[in-house]
């Protein structure tokens, strides 16, 4: 198996270190809250800096540092600076604002960050990222003009993911699910995802309707497109519910599938992927959105389909989330609930794009987080990585230790919770000065399309993500039989079938014919 490791540079252009830090009285300290770079010395300063409950919005790496984005007090910047942490100031006067990381990708024409200086102060830009803090007055829906993707600094992050230990990074062969995989085909990737870019009418309420666009802001078709996927979920027998959200005075939703687990019902991994689409202005229609993300929608279809008839160790829920071409918001607000609700999430699957492959790679990149912290999230990198050598999948897995925050899995990220992205080779800072290497030219445009897409590669995408997450998952196995009469007639007897484990006690009844069927964990 091929493993590429990959850093990512987030390098913010920042200046103005605070006089405090120098000779005592070389400077005044500001009298309002300011944006601040805390510079990290090693991970213990994380636990350091979350004793003092500071307002910290980002954490960011950088081959040569490390260092969080924080909003300070000036009492909490003398404090922070009794730590011996250097502080740089971005924005002197952090009142009422607005601040953003922006994408600034080199590797997309027209993907610049001047083009969003209009609508930003722009605090520094290394030609990747940015921050900038949003003008007065800029209705946030023109922000989808923007050719750069955006992430809102919303809200306090958690500084320090759990680690749960429950990520397995080295799944043995399942014949399970190497069963479920030969039913995922060029076929049924091409079906789902005609139909959520408006290659042909589904089925929606009873009636055709065809999907000439997904936009957040569409009205009707992204009702349409939620509604779709919720029916086809209740169809199968999902828990199903709308998850909803207002943003920018838009109601918005997510759609949110759920089969609770038998074992640790408590214990959830989520499986997602964002369902809005966009083209390059408004209105945003036609919008077909392909590998955009109809795509990752596919898999999760895909996913529904086959999950309906198993039974989990773990509650597994398929989430479809709107906003993201907005900076992220359905998964924001669902992560935000998950967490203040103090969900047990032990990891999620996110799936953004992982149908283009134009140069037969055929690479995928699996984003995890900051590399100074071993933590789930690489766990679950792994874990996609392994299944793609056990299964003898055609893909070349890369992961990406200090992963892109621009698609939903970050906003969990943010809520301390265990997460990847997987997506084509969207950034490969090693094999090419003009990066991404192989983006998909038909990005955010009408001509993203189904006939544009490689169906062996998305196949093979979609078998990857399925079978990493019901390994994840933990799937029960039945054990069946025919309860018979220890005397001589040997007549077949109604009975209750009681086994035991270490994970607990699992019982069924036997029918007037004694058969039964008894669900239990494979370990």
Request: no cysteine; glycine share 8%; aromatic share 10%.
């Amino acid at each position: 198996m091929k493993i590429k490791v990959l850093l990512f540079a987030i390098v913010l252009g920042l200046s103005g270190v605070l006089g405090f830090l120098a000779a005592p009285g070389a400077a005044q300290i500001p009298a309002t809250p300011a944006l601040v770079r805390i510079d990290l010395a090693g991970v213990d300063d994380l636990t350091r800096v979350a004793a003092f409950d500071v307002l910290v919005y980002a954490h960011l790496t950088t081959p040569d540092a490390d260092y969080l984005l924080a909003i300070l007090t000036p009492n909490q910047q003398k404090r922070i600076a009794l730590l011996g942490l250097p502080l740089t100031t971005l924005d002197p006067d952090a009142t009422g604002a607005s601040y953003y990381l922006l994408e600034s990708d080199g590797g997309r024409s027209g993907a610049s960050i001047a083009t969003a200086a209009s609508r930003f102060t722009i605090l520094g830009d290394d030609g990747r990222h940015a921050v900038g803090r949003l003008r007065s007055g800029v209705a946030l829906a023109s922000l989808d003009a923007l050719p750069v993707r955006f992430i809102p600094l919303s809200d306090p992050i958690v500084l320090a993911a759990p680690v749960a230990g429950a990520i397995p990074t080295d799944p043995l062969y399942d014949p399970l699910v190497a069963g479920l995989l030969t039913r995922i085909t060029t076929e049924t990737v091409a079906n789902y995802t005609g139909g959520l870019s408006g290659e042909w009418a589904i089925q929606v309420g009873g009636a055709p309707y065809t999907l000439r666009t997904r936009y957040s802001y569409s009205g009707v078709p992204i009702a349409r497109a939620t509604q779709y996927v919720y029916e086809h979920m209740q169809s199968l027998g999902y828990a199903v519910r709308y998850h909803n959200y207002t943003y920018d005075s838009y109601n918005l939703r997510n759609v949110i599938g759920e089969k609770q687990g038998l074992v640790h019902p408590e214990k959830i991994v989520l499986l997602t992927a964002h369902l809005d689409s966009r083209a390059a202005a408004a209105p945003h229609n036609p919008a077909p959105g392909a590998d955009d993300n109809a795509s990752g929608s596919a898999a999760l279809l895909i996913a529904a389909d086959l999950l309906a008839g198993l039974d989990f160790d773990y509650t597994i829920r398929l989430a479809f989330f709107t906003g993201e071409e907005q900076g992220m918001w359905g998964s924001y607000y669902y992560a935000a609930e998950a967490y203040n609700a103090g969900e047990d999430i032990l990891g999620v699957l996110n799936f953004d794009m992982i149908a283009w492959d134009a140069k037969g790679g055929p690479d995928i990149d699996l984003h995890s987080n900051n590399p100074a912290i071993a933590d789930d999230s690489d766990a679950l990198a792994e874990l996609v990585a392994a299944v793609i050598d056990v299964y003898d999948l055609d893909l070349i897995p890369q992961i990406v230790k200090n992963g892109t925050r621009f698609s939903d899995h970050s906003r969990f990220w943010d809520r301390g919770y265990a997460a990847i992205l997987g997506i084509e080779d969207y950034f490969n800072a090693a094999e090419a000065t003009a990066e991404p290497r192989d983006w998909n030219t038909n990005y955010h445009s009408v001509n993203d399309r189904l006939s544009t897409l490689n169906l062996t590669y998305f196949r093979e995408y979609a078998r990857a993500a399925l079978a990493a997450f019901v390994h994840l998952a933990e799937p029960l196995r039945e054990i069946s039989g025919t309860v018979m009469s220890q005397e001589t007639v040997l007549l077949p007897l109604p009975a209750t079938v009681t086994a035991v484990g270490q994970p607990g006690v699992f019982s069924a009844t036997a029918s007037i014919s004694g058969a039964y069927a008894l669900h239990v964990p494979p370990r």
